[in-house]
């Protein structure tokens, strides 16, 4: 089995076999994953793996992955980082013993490389209620860009939406429910659902953006030309004007440093969201 070669000794001659196993085993390990962030962080470290068994010309080992996780703290790399990798190589070893290419006991040697500890609780990085007034007050609402722009700051800070959510957001999923507005079956990172709530001020910024721009069904935020005209149902990606605006005219603010990396999405409006809810910052 071709496979066999990215773990056992490699036959000499058998390169053109020896890249077709590595490349097959690969995506073996890849499909077996859903998400797509988690799909790119095992590619890196199943071609880390890969190259470093090359360099050494010797099949994968607890040796050899000892010496990997060796090298991944001296760069330096956070325990989450260094797990996530490890949890690579692991599913890499559990699909090769599945396939037979592993006995159990090669297998159990190789995922004994233990995980690196993370002890206590970060504190991270959140901002001010200050802060977030400052924020907020960035876009200009007599516009209808600056009505759009509002609401997504409202959303990231009254609501906690981490920015996939926020751009992939229905009218549809905003309802009434027992007196009070809410984001239904929200669907997150790794497919958890839940139920959000919307404060006040929050969905009074959903209403003025909704009215200006006459939307009735489908997704809430939309792109927009410089004229204020929607170019369509999907907002581009965080570098594109629809999300990068607001922190262009902040750029040397407080704020901005949190907000580029995402901020307030989790770390920040998490907290916002529980703290300051029924405040009004209209």
Request: overall charge positive; aromatic content about 6%.
């Given at each position: ?14 390169w ?10 690969r ?24 190259a ?14 000892m ?40 297998a ?106 006459k ?68």
């Open positions: 089995m071709s496979t066999a070669l990215v773990l056992r000794e490699q036959p000499a001659g058998n053109a076999v020896y890249v077709a196993g590595v490349a097959e085993l995506r073996t390990v890849l499909l077996s994953v859903a998400s797509e962030h988690s799909k790119r962080n095992y590619a890196k470290a199943l071609d880390e793996i890969f470093l068994c090359e360099m050494r010309q010797q099949p994968i080992s607890r040796a050899l992955l010496e990997y996780r060796a090298a991944m703290l001296e760069k330096k790399l956070s325990a989450s980082t260094v797990n996530v990798r490890l949890s690579a190589i692991r599913k890499l070893v559990g699909e090769a013993q599945r396939d037979g290419i592993l006995d159990a006991e090669q159990a040697k190789m995922t004994d490389v233990p995980n690196m500890r993370q002890q206590g609780t970060r504190l991270g990085n959140w901002l001010t209620r200050d802060q977030a007034k400052e924020l907020l007050a960035v876009p200009d609402r007599s516009t209808i860009k600056g009505k759009r722009d509002y609401c997504i700051l409202a959303l990231l800070v009254g609501c906690a939406l981490r920015r996939k959510e926020l751009s992939t957001l229905m009218l549809e999923d905003i309802q009434l429910r027992e007196g009070r507005w809410v984001i239904v079956d929200l669907v997150g990172k790794g497919g958890r659902v839940r139920t959000v709530a919307i404060p006040v001020w929050v969905k009074n910024a959903i209403n003025s953006w909704q009215t200006a721009a939307i009735e069904d489908g997704r809430l935020l939309r792109p927009l030309s410089k004229s204020g005209r929607i170019l369509g149902e999907e907002l581009g990606d965080w570098a594109s004007g629809a999300w990068s605006s607001p922190l262009r005219k902040r750029s040397g603010s407080s704020t901005s440093g949190r907000m580029i990396y995402g901020g307030p999405v989790r770390s920040c409006a998490e907290r916002m969201a529980a703290t300051w809810s029924k405040s009004n910052f209209s």
